[in-house]
């Protein structure tokens, strides 16, 4: 690892490009009257992607960029699914009625805290008010430390395909300084409960970047995800942004590692997933080769979005709950994240829209060239704006990073195709930010 090449385009502040134009060129211009209009056109027989967010957590992990509330009551879960619910109908109604939905994602917060009955319900509209493909695939996100055996037999009644687990890091004093204590059991547990009822498709979430992490420490959390063989792992980096996420600045500053020692650490736990078998996925995600996350990077239609790498082909997310984004033929919307006032627009027959992005043709060429770069490691520049009647020549020349990026030898340019080498795929980042046309507006 070239260190000098490191501290010059390693920025831990750039944007993760799971979308672009990213949130921060989100305007409260945009709101419910654009959102009502775009679903009203959505065409009726194509796919959707439906993205359900539930904002409880039983504590607050201090390393959290989401957005979520604690509780330790179940009232505010109650009151909460009872205005989603009529937000699934206020937005059914104004679409095209009974939608066809191919993907549904449960995130969080902890989505799995909803009572099993309660979800139960919740599937059964979802299920009235949309057409569900068949197989549909239905995904929730899991904290194995308030998962019960009644919950694993309730998502597999209830269709669940697949369960993302929340893991981070195995290494107690880790845990003890994000204020996250969970054992090896409780993860192990919650594999056998889910596989048991029929979901055998698991992810796995880590970080790196943590206080008091080390190369070993990820090594050895990394060497205990793998023994309990999941499907796939995402391993982020962890971003302290302490001025934007109040419960960051109870983390330790001083036991952060540096920009050197995250890179030792990132490449640590790559070299040990992809010594036991896993397939190294766009920027930071690794699969087995027989996931579907793998094969859809081998077909080239691995897709990047709002929940990172998949292989989910939709061009529409309509997004449920507080703080959910959604991307329809417009642009992207985002519902209002504080509940209290998304109740209100909710109960007063209003969709939650408070702030978006409508798209032009430039922003499409962008992000389809930002979306390539991070799945496949390289971008067909002049195929691409051909195919969106774009010309890629001023294009290139506003790139105005990429001739250095060259000179470094981060990439190989010839005729507009960019390819990332792959000894710097850890700057991936960087590289899709020479097409950021906002990156120096950005407050990160």
Not at 80 to 89: G, K, M, P, S, T
Not at 313 to 325: D, E, F, N, R
Not at 377 to 392: R, T, Y
Not at 407 to 412: A, F, M, P, S, T
Request: with cysteine; charged share 25%.
């Amino acid at each position: 690892m070239q260190t000098s090449i490191l501290k010059k385009y390693y920025d831990a502040r750039l944007p993760w490009y799971t979308i672009y134009p990213t949130v921060q060129e989100f305007s409260a211009a945009i709101g419910a009257r654009d959102c009502e209009e775009w679903l009203r056109r959505l065409p009726t027989d194509e796919a959707v992607s439906l993205y359900i967010h539930v904002p409880f957590c039983r504590s607050i992990c201090w390393y959290c960029g989401f957005p979520r509330s604690s509780t330790g009551r179940d009232p505010p879960i109650l009151n909460y699914l009872a205005v989603l619910r009529e937000e699934i109908r206020l937005v059914a109604a104004k679409a095209a009625d009974a939608l066809p939905v191919s993907d549904v994602h449960f995130g969080g917060g902890t989505p799995t805290l909803i009572a099993p009955a309660e979800f139960l319900a919740l599937m059964e509209i979802l299920r009235r008010r949309f057409t569900f493909r068949q197989p549909a695939a239905v995904a929730v996100e899991i904290d194995p430390r308030t998962f019960t055996v009644e919950m694993a037999e309730t998502l597999g009644a209830a269709g669940v395909t697949r369960a993302s687990l929340g893991v981070q890091s195995f290494d107690p004093v880790v845990q003890k300084a994000i204020n996250r204590i969970q054992s090896e059991a409780e993860t192990a547990a919650a594999i056998e409960n889910l596989r048991r009822n029929g979901i055998d498709r698991i992810n796995f979430d880590l970080i790196y970047g943590l206080p008091n992490q080390t190369v070993q420490s990820c090594v050895r959390t990394a060497e205990t995800a793998v023994a309990m063989r999941p499907d796939r792992l995402a391993v982020f980096g962890y971003a302290h942004v302490p001025s934007f996420k109040k419960n960051q600045r109870l983390i330790e500053e001083a036991a952060l590692p540096d920009t050197v020692s995250r890179a030792e650490q990132a490449a640590a736990v790559v070299g040990t997933l992809v010594a036991a078998g896993y397939r190294q996925i766009g920027l930071d995600h690794f699969a087995l080769p027989d996931d579907e996350l793998a094969l859809a990077q081998t077909t080239g239609r691995m897709r990047r979005n709002s929940l990172g790498y998949s292989a989910d082909t939709c061009q529409t997310v309509i997004g449920l709950g507080t703080s959910a984004l959604g991307r329809l033929g417009g642009g992207y919307v985002q519902n209002d994240v504080a509940t209290g006032s998304y109740t209100r627009h909710i109960r007063a027959g209003r969709l939650a829209a408070s702030k978006g992005y409508p798209l032009c043709n430039e922003d499409r060429v962008r992000a389809a060239i930002i979306e390539r770069l991070m799945c496949d490691l390289e971008a067909d520049v002049p195929a691409i704006c051909a195919a969106f009647g774009f010309d890629p020549v001023p294009l290139l020349d506003s790139a105005e990073r990429l001739p250095m990026l060259a000179e470094d030898g981060v990439v190989d340019i010839e005729g507009g195709f960019i390819r990332v080498r792959q000894e710097y795929r850890f700057l991936l980042r960087a590289v899709a930010a020479a097409f950021d046309a906002y990156l120096d507006r950005s407050p990160y």
